[in-house]
């Protein structure tokens, strides 16, 4: 009985670091990243290029909220003279699920021509968006357009690889699944990290 209290006390004590662990994690990289961060689009610095991280698409081709909210408020910025091009990036490994197109399409529908605008399809997860921004596109100098939880972990990835990326976060709206998508967030950090290290 005692070496089970023991175990239950151990496992516990693991747990509840481990928890810490990523609160501090989390924090730590909002503090890193809140100066890049621009919430007032009057005082956010022009750039080149908006970079809008890509998210779910539905079968029928339509954005989702979370994608739409990416894009609108990219679209803003663009209208306010803030960016004159799109980097568009995410997800379009098969033939039946494309996030990039619906994203220029969405644009497009939008009277932006299509020269202002260009799709990197293997812009899988965050660290890739960021990575291929530079070393493909050439990139210098962006706005990346996301979520507020999500902001600070790309800005952070971007800060480490020496870009100067700053960003703007997408418009607000509550979302069926935020709480999970802020607890993935905590998860994630932990990801970043390490493809930080092991580049």
């Known amino acids: 009985m005692r070496i089970l209290?023991?175990?239950?006390v151990f496992t516990l004590l693991l747990i509840s670091l481990g928890v810490a662990f990523l609160y501090g994690l989390s924090r730590f990289i909002a503090q890193e990243t809140s100066p890049r961060i621009y919430?007032?689009?009057?005082?956010?610095?022009?750039?080149?290029t908006a970079?809008?991280?890509?998210?779910?698409?539905?079968?029928?081709?339509?954005?989702?909220?979370?994608?739409?909210?990416?894009?609108?408020?990219?679209?803003?910025?663009?209208?306010k003279g803030k960016v004159k091009n799109f980097l568009l990036s995410g997800d379009h490994r098969t033939d039946d699920y494309d996030e990039v197109n619906a994203m220029r399409n969405y644009l497009l529908d939008r009277s932006v021509?299509?020269?202002h605008i260009t799709t990197d399809p293997?812009?899988?997860d965050t660290y890739d968006s960021m990575f291929r921004s530079s070393r493909v596109y050439n990139i210098t100098d962006a706005i990346v357009v996301t979520q507020k939880f999500h902001l600070p972990r790309a800005l952070f990835?971007?800060?480490?690889?020496?870009?100067n990326h700053v960003g703007y976060p997408a418009n607000a709206r509550e979302y069926e699944t935020e709480g999970s998508l802020i607890r993935r967030e905590k998860l994630a950090n932990v990801k970043a990290v390490f493809e930080l290290l092991t580049k």
């Open 113 to 115: 021509p299509s020269y």
């Open 122 to 124: 293997s812009g899988i």
């Open 157 to 163: 990835i971007a800060k480490n690889m020496g870009l």
């Open 51 to 79: 970079i809008v991280l890509g998210a779910s698409v539905h079968a029928d081709g339509q954005l989702s909220p979370i994608l739409q909210d990416r894009m609108d408020s990219a679209l803003n910025l663009y209208r």
């Open 5 to 8: 209290k023991r175990i239950a």
């Open 39 to 48: 919430s007032d689009i009057d005082s956010l610095p022009a750039a080149s």
